[in-house]
């Protein structure tokens, strides 16, 4: 079938000024392209369905290359509306080192890992294929996606199914397995390699062995996507870091949800780790970073716990903090200061740390009549196990805006499915909400650099061929929306408010998304 979207105010995608103009659709892929004046595409043969963007704009599909969904398109019914009604029309997943992939592959440590990463990803439900990358691709080719989606191997589920939460270094047998699992995961397709060494059991890895694990991504031509060690106090330092790493094993770099945490480290920070990029990238290595458009992170509550408190298993240090000795570690642990290592409760308070509730922790904890807010962490984490989502009101907006105006960066959701009726609002709104604050409301930069950081720098980087921009022979992922009308309600006090105003939206040639409901479902899985 071929569409002609006529009249529109068409954003190609590349950052040059819109033109009014013609777009025609033959297939998948856009057959033509152009200004209406002079245009051969302004009378349509017969046959052709005709879309009207008088008034409109005419865009790429949103690519957004930090989505937790590895499971919810699987089992998440909502999965694709959420995503079309923003306009995105590719996504990514397996970021921060955080995938159900391969944890089946080793039944010993499967549940822990599903339940640590619940908050995340969502619930994984028995029966999903991910014992290996190789059976996770096949069943993607299988899905009737509503989406194009792509994947990484995430370093912290390679480890997990190695060998655990262990704190110890991979054995020479052990680096040689997990390098394997990467290996396989390229080999089915996988765009990268994702770290979160932030996060356990990736907190315990050193260089070394992050290079080892690099380098088969590298070798297959992948990116490295990297949740830093620090983005505190040792933001810079944990920046070097990774751009050292990834020089060592010959990989390019791209810096995950690239910001600024705690108080102190604001209007500061972020300069001394863009300064370090900007050095690496003046000497020829390809680093980029991206950033999502809210004041608040959102991660789990085992995020809080001190490196010296933490026990190899989430199981293990809920049985220590059911006991007054463990609760008085923690209490003396948490006030103090720990090199490396983010301490949110002491940089941004307990005020700023909101539950999935919507209160703050301090809020809850008082209401509750707890009298040390640590009584109430320690409690959540005994009785609920390691399924708490939390947000942290860690940044400020002027740091934001320094990193969304940096020409090297993209924009992302980091969208988490597992907050239940609570979720951070980048879920479903951080695509509108970017084009409203940014172009519409201050502004800060004019449409076409906003679509481009949407479109054509994330397909670029991550090597998704076709996608991201509007010429002939490109995939057909197209929009048609009003700037105006287009909103993003969510908030972080009613997160679940869907977006709004897209009118159109179409994947790979087919009308996929009007008037507010999926009218196909056309997405493809994207290999790397």
Known sequence: MAILIRSGRVYDGSGRPPFSGDVLIEGERIAAIGPQTGSQLAAPASGVALIDARGRVVCPGFVDTHRHADAAVFSAPEFGETELAQGITTTV????????????????WREDWYRYIEPVIGTVHEGLPFESYTAYAAALEKLPLPINLGFLAGAGAVKTAV??????????EELAQAAAHIGEAMDAGALGLSFGIMYQP??????EELIALARPAAKAGGILCTHIRGEGDSLPDSVQEMIDV???AGIPLNISHFKATGIRNWRSAIFQAIARIEAARARGQAVTADFYPYDGGSTTLLSLIPPDIREE???ALAGKLAGSTGREALRRSISGEHPGWDNMAASIGWDRVL???????KTAAAGAGYADPVDLLCDLLVNEGYRTGIILLSMAQEDIDTVANLPW??????????GGENPHPRLHGAFPKFLRDYVQERPLMPLERAIQKMTSIPAERFGIAGRGRLEPGAFADVLVFDPASFTGPAGYAHPRERAAGMDTVLVNGN???EDGAICARAGKPVWG
Request: charged share 15%; with cysteine; proline share 9%.
């Open 93 to 108: 997943v397996g970021n921060c080192g955080i995938a159900p992939v391969p944890a089946a592959a080793n039944p010993r």
């Open 163 to 172: 060998r655990g939460f262990a704190r110890t270094a991979f054995s020479p």
């Open 202 to 207: 990736e907190c315990y890895s050193r260089r």
């Open 246 to 248: 990834a020089e060592s």
């Open 313 to 315: 298993t989430p199981a």
């Open 355 to 361: 539950l999935s509730s919507g209160q703050s922790i």
């Open 409 to 418: 960066t993209a924009l992302i959701s980091d969208a988490l499915y597992g």
């Open 511 to 513: 009308i996929a998304w």
